[in-house]
C-alpha cells in the first residue's frame, strides 16, 4: 500500500471521534483478547504488544495477547468474528486480510462484513536486497542484469500470497523483467538463501533486515516505499532507482467482530489513537520501523477496500491461483 496513502486515510480522520457520553465506558473491566495472527517476535507481534500495553492504561484493564499464526491469518480472523461482539476480543487486522480476499476460493468470513474496524495501527516499508557479495552494487546494476540475461533472476520472498511475495510480482511487473519468485518458508530462510548466494535478491520487510545490512551480510539496494526510509535516508526508493510508480508496503490495524456497538468501537478507537500519540510507543514503534497511521474507523474501512482492489489486480496479473 503506497504510505502517502495510509497517510492520507489517517489525515482523512483526524478529528477525534465521537464517543457519547452516556456509553463511552460500556466496556467492562475485565481482560481483553487481541487475537495475532502472525508468531510472537514478529514486526506484527511487537506493534500490537506496544500498542495493547498503552491502551490497557488507558482502559484500565488488561490486553491478553493471543498469537494465532498460520493458514494466512484465517484462524485467528474466523476466531474474532465468531466471537461476542462487545469490545473484548479484538483482530490484529493487515493487509493479509485484504490479499485472503482473492488469494483463496472461499473463507468462512467476510474481511468486510463480519469485522468492525476499530483503527489502524501502523505502515512498514520493504527493502530489496542483495547479498553484500553481489556484482550489483545499485537496482539499475541488478534490472540491467535482469534484461540483459531474461529468466535467469532469481528474486526470494516468504510464501507465497504474503505481502512481501506479492510485492515481489508487483515488482517483476513494474519493473518489466523476466525474473523466477523463489518463495521461502519464512524470514529466516530466506535470509539463509541470500546470505549463501542461493538467490540473486529478495524481497522482505525492513525491520528483520536491519541486522543483516552490513559488509558480510546483505546490501539494501532500495525501499518499496513512495518516500525514502528515515533508518536509510542515503537508499533511493524502488520509484527513484528505475521502477517509477513502485510502491509497496505493509500495515496493520485493529478490528472488532461486526455489531459490536459504535459507542464500543469509539471508546477503543479514541483510546488506540491516544496510544499511538504517546511518547513511549512511538519510540518502540520507531525503533521497529513502523510509522503510525491512526485516523476513524472510516479511513480504515477505506484502506481495507482499496487494499482488497489493489492486491486482487496484482494476484490476478501474476497468474496466482486461488487456494
Known amino acids: 500500500m503506497r504510505r502517502r ?20 465506558d460500556t466496556l467492562s473491566t475485565r481482560p481483553i483478547r487481541l487475537v495475532v495472527p502472525f508468531g510472537a517476535g514478529g514486526i506484527a507481534d511487537l506493534t500490537a504488544r506496544a500498542v495493547a500495553q498503552a491502551m490497557a492504561e488507558g482502559l484500565r484493564t488488561q490486553i491478553v495477547i493471543e498469537n494465532k499464526p498460520g493458514a494466512g491469518g484465517i484462524a485467528a480472523a474466523e476466531t474474532v468474528a465468531r466471537a461476542a461482539p462487545d469490545g473484548h476480543t479484538l483482530l490484529l487486522m493487515s493487509n493479509g486480510n485484504a490479499v485472503s480476499v482473492n488469494l483463496f476460493r472461499s473463507l468462512p468470513f467476510d474481511p468486510v462484513r463480519d469485522f468492525s474496524p476499530v483503527c489502524g495501527l501502523g505502515a512498514f516499508g520493504l527493502g530489496i536486497v542483495v547479498p553484500a ?48 519468485i523463489v518463495p521461502f518458508n519464512g524470514t529466516p530462510a530466506l535470509i539463509t538463501a541470500l546470505r549463501g548466494g542461493h538467490v540473486d ?6 525491520g528483520p533486515l536491519k541486522a543483516q545490512l552490513n559488509p558480510t551480510g546483505l546490501r539494501l539496494l532500495a525501499v518499496s516505499s513512495a518516500r525514502r526510509s528515515t533508518d536509510f535516508p542515503e537508499v533511493p526508493t524502488a520509484s527513484e532507482a528505475g521502477v517509477p510508480g513502485y510502491e509497496a508496503s505493509s500495515w496493520n490495524a485493529l478490528a472488532a467482530p461486526a455489531r459490536t456497538p459504535s459507542e464500543i468501537i469509539a471508546r477503543l478507537n479514541q483510546t488506540a489513537r491516544a496510544a499511538l500519540d504517546s511518547a513511549p510507543v512511538r519510540q518502540r514503534l520507531a525503533e ?25 489486480e496484482v494476484i490476478e496479473r501474476a497468474g496466482i491461483a486461488k487456494q
Open 133 to 180: 557479495a553481489s556484482a550489483h552494487r545499485t537496482l539499475a546494476d541488478l534490472l540491467a542484469w535482469a534484461r540483459s540475461n531474461p529468466g535467469k533472476l532469481n528474486l526470494g520472498t516468504i510464501n507465497i500470497g504474503s505481502t512481501q511475495n506479492l510485492a515481489g510480482e508487483l515488482f517483476r511487473t513494474r519493473a518489466a523483467i523476466e525474473a523466477q
Open 201 to 206: 535478491a529478495g524481497v522482505e520487510i525492513l
Open 288 to 312: 521497529l520501523g513502523v510509522e503510525p497511521i491512526g485516523g476513524t474507523p472510516q479511513a480504515l474501512a477505506d484502506l481495507l477496500a482499496s487494499e482488497i482492489r489493489r492486491w486482487g
Open 5 to 24: 496513502q495510509l497517510l492520507r486515510y489517517a489525515l482523512a480522520g483526524a478529528l477525534p471521534a465521537a464517543v457519547s457520553p452516556a456509553r463511552a
